[in-house]
């Protein structure tokens, strides 16, 4: 399948900033209709709003709130471009005193709101006949990093979730993409100690645009996640894309 941004209707998590806020310009520039900004402070998106005008609208979703997402869903009932971005990281290793606080914080935002987002938004996606539901994951949720140990668990849950949305979406010709960025400029890359190096933006945001027109499941957009595609690659073509149910 293959999704042209053009003229498209298209809701953001986290579009405030970071990723979120790239993926929304990028959007806008090929030419998206127009983008829903779902965010927990409305005034956090003054800035697009002062940029793009009517272009954009400001709604208001907690993904740590299963009501919120669906009133989401029920104001937002028009969108053909899902893109689940907003997420969370504690700094946590497996022996950290925090650990188990850090892993119920990621998993209610990072994994829980994906399966609350997927659930609340699917009827309206499939009112479409070219609709798409892209998550963020990361280069994390395929290898765990001692200090980000919980942030990676609920990222490998969060992808595993996406792969079986691929597989049922299908079904309702809605197109699902897992996107796989390694360090980024963002402040949650600065959190992480992981600003030096860390790569714009819009290489995720550019790339996603790219990745459903080409109708791609796995994008790796920056060189170091693609240092992890190059070996990863043969895995998530034989096994994670494949139709293992022909024996």
């Given at each position: 399948m293959s999704i042209n941004i053009n003229n498209k209707t298209a809701l953001v998590t986290g579009a405030n900033r970071g990723i979120?806020?790239?993926i929304v310009e990028s959007f806008l520039s090929h030419g998206a209709k127009k983008v829903y900004l779902a965010v927990?402070?409305?005034e956090s998106t003054n800035a697009l709003v002062a940029a793009y005008g009517d272009r954009v609208q400001p709604v208001h979703v907690d993904l740590a709130?299963?009501?919120s997402i669906k009133q989401l869903a029920q104001q937002a009932?028009?969108?053909?471009i899902v893109v689940n971005n907003a997420g969370v990281l504690e700094v946590a290793n497996p022996l950290s005193e925090n650990a188990e606080s850090a892993l119920n914080h990621e998993l209610t935002v990072n994994t829980f709101g994906l399966l609350r987002m997927a659930q609340a938004f699917t009827p309206v996606l499939e009112q479409h006949n070219n609709s798409a539901f892209v998550q963020l994951n990361s280069v994390a949720s395929i290898k765990?990093?001692?200090?980000f140990t919980t942030y990676s668990a609920s990222k490998a849950a969060a992808y595993s979730i996406t792969q079986g949305l691929k597989e049922t979406l299908a079904e309702k010709n809605v197109q699902v993409?897992?996107?796989h960025p390694g360090p980024i400029?963002?402040?949650m890359a600065t959190q992480a100690g992981m600003g030096d190096g860390a790569e714009s933006t819009n290489t995720v945001s550019e790339g996603i645009?790219?990745?459903l027109q080409s109708g791609q499941f796995h994008l790796f957009p920056d060189n170091m996640a693609q240092t992890f595609e190059g070996a990863y690659n043969s895995y998530a073509n034989n096994i994670i894309e494949a139709d293992l149910s022909e024996g």
């Open positions: 979120g806020k790239a927990r402070n409305l709130n299963a009501e009932n028009d969108v053909e765990n990093f001692a200090d993409l897992s996107v400029d963002t402040d645009v790219s990745a």
